[in-house]
């Protein structure tokens, strides 16, 4: 079975400055993808970035990046230039890819990580 | 469209209460899933259906009963509410290799 880890609970950061929220996961599967989705206090869930495991380059929406390292299983996100709207729970998830239409493959999470941006 | 929609946003239950949770999605999606989300264990998978008449458990799935008689709808039925149960629910669904799309939740308290 999959699992994702998330190993920093809380995180805080300065406005203007850049953050990384690490996120590793194990897999034997070689196709995949990964997404980042943000929870701010409304408890909405928010999709953020997602990147498919057969792409060497690096995932980017705006102010977000991710660094992933498929040998090493790990899959961070780089927040630049905080802004106090980024506070928020984030969590990191996986899903295998299915060849076939109809698939059950399920998102997993990991445990999130609550970034706080300070002013 | 309105995406994903969840009913109710609150609800408190005693004990030994029954309710269901609705949840409905206008963007033709077959996979849908409801997971529920504790402090500090991020969200765990209840139920998931994979299209109509289709479900199956997921990873917490003791005390919960799913149905799918249509592709729009996948309502979460407890059957006799326990205080473990206090948890906020979430049901998303997805197209085929797309990430989930999200209802905005239901805060459930079981006293």
């Known amino acids: 079975a999959q699992t994702v880890t998330q190993s920093q609970p809380e995180m805080s950061v300065q406005e203007a400055e850049t953050v990384t929220l690490s996120c590793t996961y194990d897999?034997?599967?070689?196709?995949?993808?990964l997404f980042w989705y943000k929870q701010p206090p409304s408890r909405q869930m928010i999709l953020v970035i997602r990147?498919?495991?057969?792409?060497?380059q690096n995932a980017t929406e705006n102010r977000f990046s991710v660094n992933f390292q498929k040998a090493a299983k790990s899959f961070s996100l780089k927040i630049s230039d905080s802004q106090l709207g980024d506070t928020a729970m984030y969590f990191c998830?996986?899903?295998?890819?299915?060849?076939?239409?109809?698939?059950?493959?399920?998102?997993?999470f990991g445990k999130g990580t609550k970034l706080t941006v300070n002013p | 469209n309105a995406g994903v929609t969840q009913t109710p946003k609150f609800q408190v239950l005693k004990t030994g209460q029954s309710m269901t949770l609705q949840c409905a999605q206008d963007?033709?999606?077959?996979?849908m899933s409801w997971y529920r989300q504790d402090p500090g264990m991020g969200l765990r998978l209840i139920h998931y259906?994979?299209?109509?008449?289709?479900?199956d458990q997921g990873e917490v799935p003791n005390g919960y009963n799913v149905s799918r008689s249509t592709t729009e709808d996948f309502p979460l039925r407890l059957l006799s509410a326990a205080p473990s149960q206090t948890s906020v629910y979430f049901c998303?669904?997805?197209?085929?290799?797309?990430?989930?799309?999200f209802g905005n939740g239901t805060r459930l308290t079981v006293t």
């Open positions: 998303a669904s997805r197209p085929y290799n797309s990430p989930l799309h």
């Open positions: 897999t034997s599967e070689n196709n995949y993808y």
């Open positions: 990147q498919e495991a057969y792409k060497q």
């Open positions: 998830a996986f899903m295998k890819q299915r060849r076939n239409q109809g698939g059950s493959e399920k998102l997993v």
């Open positions: 963007m033709n999606h077959e996979y």
């Open positions: 259906s994979v299209g109509a008449g289709i479900t």
